[in-house]
Structures are given as C-alpha cells and as structure tokens.
C-alpha cells in the first residue's frame, strides 16, 4: 500500500478526550475514529490488525474442536424471557422495539440463542460434544461508555458455547478452552494469566479470567513469578487428551486480581515469588451446567434412553478490546509496537526522497515484493515527518531508503521495539522482515 | 471436517414456510436457521459459503483499489437528520433509543456516516480519489420478511463510496465499480447483467442494478444475447486506464427490468438476439455528486486553493442474498450445485461402510491430503442417506469410497453439477479436485 494512495490519516494533536494511552495511540495513528459516544469506526490499518487478531482466535478456537456459526446481532425478547434474564441485564441491554411492536434487543451474549438453535437439530447423545463459537459485534450501553474500545458499546466478542453430556465432559471442554486462551494470547506476544473469577450475570459454578499484564492496565493483580516463566506454545496440546496437568499447573499456583485478593494464601507465596503487576481482562470462560439449557428446554437422549439435561460453559474473548490492550502492553511515548502477529503490516517502507529514480526504484522493488505487507511511504514529507509518522503506527519493521543507501543498494533496517539499525542488502532485509 | 464431530445438521422435511427454492435448500441443507422474523443465524456450512462469498467480493474491490475500513451497525441519528433522509427512511428504519434517551438507529446503508468520517481527515484535492468499503450488517424493517436470506431484516451487505474531485473522476470510479462488479460476480460462475435503474431512497443521476439470471428469478427481465458472450475475466482490466470501452459495450446494448422495460427499443434488437429471462438482483450502483457531502460540510482545497464539494458515489453487493441467489441460479431437485469458487468444502468424502479397515484408510487419505476442503461423512448411516445429504448439500466433488474400490485403492468420483462419474486413483482424484 502506497501512502499517497492510502486512507492512512494521523492526528498530530493528541485528543483531550482520551484518558489511556491505547486510546490516544488509536485516535492518532488512525486506527479508529468514534461516531457517536462508545462507537467506532475501524480505519484501514486498525481493521487490519482487528482481523489479524480475529484471525489468531479464530485459529485456535478451531485447533481446539470449536466450530464457527455467526449468530445475528438482533434477538427476540423472548429468548431471554425464557432465561429469565431479559429484566436481570438492566439498562446495560439496548432494548428495540421493531415496526410491529414485537421486543426486540441488540445481543451482548448469546446464550440463549444458542441454545435455541442447538435444541432445534441435536436430539441424541451420540451428537455430544460440540462447541459452537462465533466472532460478532455486541452491543452494551455503558451509561459513561469511556477509554475507546478499551470500554466501547459496539464491541467484537468472540463467544463459543460447549454442550457436553456429562458435568465430566463439561469439565474436559472447559479446559480445551482454557488452554486454547492461553495459546491464543500468547501467540500475540501477550503474557495472559487465567485467574479465578466471580460469574456475575452470566452466572455458573466456575470461571476464570484472563488477564494480560501492562504496566498501563485497568486493575493490580498479584501472581506467583512461576507463572510468567510458562511459556504455552512450548509444545503442541493434545485437546482429546487429559488436560489436567496444564490447567492443574496453572490453578495451583497463586494468581488474583485485586478484588479476589486474600492476603493469606498470597502470604504463603515465597517473598522472591511475589510479582505484584497491573493487568487488563481480555477473556472470561464460564462453566454453569445446565443454568441455560434446563430453561431452553434443551434435552438429548442418552445411552439408556433417559433424558438428558446437556451441561454447558461459555467462553469469551473481547477481540476488538484486545486491540488496545496490545496497545498498552506495547508502546513507547513516539506511538505503538505491535508484535509480529498482528502488525497492520510487517514493515514501513520510508523513502527519503521520493522522485530520485534509484531511491524510488530500491523503495518500489521492496515493496513489489511484499505487496501486502509493506506501507510504503511515497509522501513528499520531510524525512523527521515520516520518521514520526512510521514510529506511532508501530509497524515492528522500518526500512529506510535514501539517496546515499539507494546508491549502493543498501535498506536501513530498524527493529521497532528495540530501536536497533542496520543497514543490510534489499535480499537481507526482505529475509529479515518475512522472519 | 468428519461429518460425526460436526455441527451440520439436515432436515429431512421441507420446510413449510419456505416459498422459494434457496431458502428451502438453505433449511434444510442446515445453512441457516431462522431466529426471529427475517433474521437468521449461519451455520457452518452457511458461514463458509457467506465467507467464500465475501473474499471475492473484498478481492475485486481491493483489486480496483478500493480501501476496507468498518463502521459500526449503531448510528447516530443526528447524522440522517443532517442528510434529510432520517424521515424519509419510513418504518424500514430499525429506530433505536439508547438508555439517555438518544435517538439511534441500526444502519440500513451508510453514505451519511462514511461522509462524515471522510470530513474528520480529508482537507486536500492531494487525498482524493479515494473509494472506502466496508463489509457490515445492516437492517432493513420489512413489513413482510420472506425468501429467507433474500429478504431477510438483518443482511450483510459490501458498501462502497467514492470520493473524487470531479465530475469526470467519479464517473471513472463508477465505471472502475462497475468493472469489478462484473468481475466480483463471474468469478462466482454468475452471469450479471447490468441494468440501467432508478435510484429510489439513495436519490442521484446515474446507477445500474446488476442482475444475475436464473431461471427462478423473481423477476422477469428482457435482454441482447450478446452480453451474455461477454466474458469479464478473459482480460485483466486496467482500472487506472479508460474503463469506457468495456462500459460503452454493456450500456449500448439493450437490458432492462420489466419496470424499465421499452418494448420500442426492444423492438430494435434483432428477435434472433432477444433473450427474455428471470433476475434476482445482487449489486446496485449510484452516481450521485453532491448529494451527501454537500450537507455532511464535506470541502476541500483544489488545485487553486479554491473550496471543492467532492463529488461521490456508491455502490453496494448483498453479500447474504448472493449466496441465496447463488442456489437460484445452481440446483436441481436433489439440492444445491455449488460453484468451485463459493463451495462449503469442494468435496464431500462418502465412506460407505466406516468401521471397513481398508475403506476408512481411503477415506482418511483423502481427508488428510485437504483437511480444510473435504468434508468426511464418516456416520454408521446407510449409503442412501449419504448420497441424498451429499447432493443436497452440493459440494463440487463427491468422493463415494466403498470396501470394493478401497480394496483397489479406486475412489468413484462424482461431479455435482454434471453427475458424471468416473473411476479413479486417489491421486487422480486429489489432482482433479484441487482442479
């Protein structure tokens, strides 16, 4: 992508309305810009790395057995009369009335809807186990919706539900879940920490959310330093397996957020063990038995022939919040650092000179090659413009390209997250870049 | 995907409510399922199709050198109160109000909202043309939801909207749409016909509905044979050239709906060349200058400092109605005939007696040669079922594995379209598949 061809706008000015630096990089490098309070537009880079990040979930969501539907945004009422939670969701809910009168509501969680289509086809115990996810816009009228996306109204959930036959299995599925979180966060370069939680409206036995740590976050939280030290793409899980051992690893150790925090047990931590960090939520999985599906009315008929109340739990990653989260838990005071894997593209590609043949023709042979990973640069801007411009988007490579380099085919190549240089052939830094 | 882990339920009844033939194909197929009145959830299989559907449709926009951004669903109304159009829109308007009493909508299209956006960061002729698209639910409150995904409430459309300095550069970006329009649709083995159209609630001077045929169209439409021999992709186009001469060819030719049609024009095609058929509409394309960016306050500076109200365009492709079209124009009493480019899975893998050693090493073979693209009916189900659920979901490719050919490593493989069937090696199957 040419930059004077591109829809690429950043803001000099930092905007007074945002309060976190997530927010202020997104507004600047024109990732996303809001269009009523708590909604936001995606520009052509920040979709990019929405969709990189969707991608990753995605992926893994599939690697664990999960498989993808796409529920509407719009429910009836009248599923969520049926649960019971059609009054308990408050003011929180954007309730609709369509042209017939009939209740409508924009979804924030699809519970009931899912277990309303499950119930439509799955009759027998033979079609147990399933997870069912989908990636969707959710809506959720924050009464001071504040921090961007971070806190939006309109936000990107990934929600998967698991229908298991027994509380064994529901079990089983809920640790595929919470192993896939682990693997998906950190192939986004994130240190996630799965940590005991309260269910809150979605209700259930069991929960856990996952926190991911940045010196800028939401809320203190305080672990064990073993849990730092795991690394969960170390090896490949087997999600049919016994999951045990990973979760059991995870669970015993001492991992809490402020509000759970027991000031014994933390105690009971080695002193050299104690990290205590700030941290973002960017994931919840829930197991809550048949708290939804005994009121849906779901029942499959098992091995003997009886009835059977199916067990389920739900599990949650906000996609669009994670944006920012990565975005607080990567950047510097000149803009964003995005890691490898979700980068809007791999390199900036910053020609100093434009119109000067051979700086145009090593910046275009750069970009020819990597057509859709490259920005490149073309602006008649002065070069500290660009310098400044390619540090705030944060793409993890910069490859500089004057007269002087052009000259002897030489590219500066400069890491973004360290701020190393070196200058290297255009076939190095093309190896280099596609790492 | 192996059929007895998946989520891909058929329905062996028809269902009653469904009128037309995709949307009884689309049921029973399992594709989607109803969850309120013209609003449907996808399933699996429906999702794929949607999202094959999709990536065409971003590849040709991307290729003509429009840019993706995303806006939300939830719009402020105060915009459409700005355009004029906010009581125009009539009861088809999902109108909303939030919990301060805002007055909110759900966005049936979105030229008001990309206006003001372009308005937020574009001050100069330097930044223009530009053509922005985004690929989003929208609602339309039909009185009488019906045709399934055809008509339904909640659609997913593509949306584009150009922005040029003149008159002249927005007639090339709509002749560059109107390109990747025919390209988008062919390259789903559809034949669209564009048709000169009125512009209804989108107002403007010039547009085209792009029709495809089939013969249980829902409309009838009257047009020269010649522009069915017209191949859009025997030629790459040149979207920075003239784009003229391939727009002169369909618009000199005769093509109307049966609301424009001119039975004095009609007169003057040959009779060997007039071709009368069935329609169903996919694409809709507007010209229409100023009508939105003069009242959004959209200006920038021109080449001699003067103030310039750019002039747009727009441009739309419903996304979920194609793929009901798509069964339109591709079945057969049995079920879908899916084209290669938009199928769920290009082949179904039928394993006519699982728990056969040899026989369900075949069909693992396969499977695993293209996990992502076969689809692996492994139930304990009679063959029967497994023929009339294979052609009823359409994939492409059957690959029909019994204990005979297994015993000869021979697959029987099924073209859908055609119900040829031949006899062959495995890797002469993979190697046909992957075509």
Redesign the interface.
Known sequence: MRLT???L?TLKETPAEAQIVSHRLMLRA?LI?Q??AG??????AG?RV?NNVARIVREEQNRA?A??????????AELWQRSGRYEDYG??M?R?E??HGRP?L?GPTNEE?VS??FR???TSYRELP?N?YHVQ?K?R?E?RPRFGVMRG??FLMKDAYSFDLTKEGAQHSYRQMFVAYLRTFARMGLKAIPMQADTGPIGGNLSHEFIILAETGESQVFLDRELLDFDPLAQEPDYEGDLSPTVGFWTSRYAATDEKHDETAWGQVPAERQVSARGIEVGHIFYFGTKYSEPMGLRVAGPDGSEVVPEMGSYGIGVSRLVAALIEANHDEAGIKWPDAVAPWRVSILNLKPGDAATDALCDRLHAAMPDQALLDDRPERAGVKFADADLLGCPWQAIIGPRGAASGKVELKRRATGEREEVSLDEALARIQG
């Open positions: 061809k591109a829809f706008p024109g810009r269009t009523s909604i936001y537009a995606w520009l052509p979709l929405l057995g498989q993808e539907i796409l529920m509407p945004t719009i429910q009836s003011k929180e954007l609709i369509d042209r409508m924009f809807m309303d289509i439509g086809y799955v399933r069912l816009w809506f009228d009464v109204r309109e």
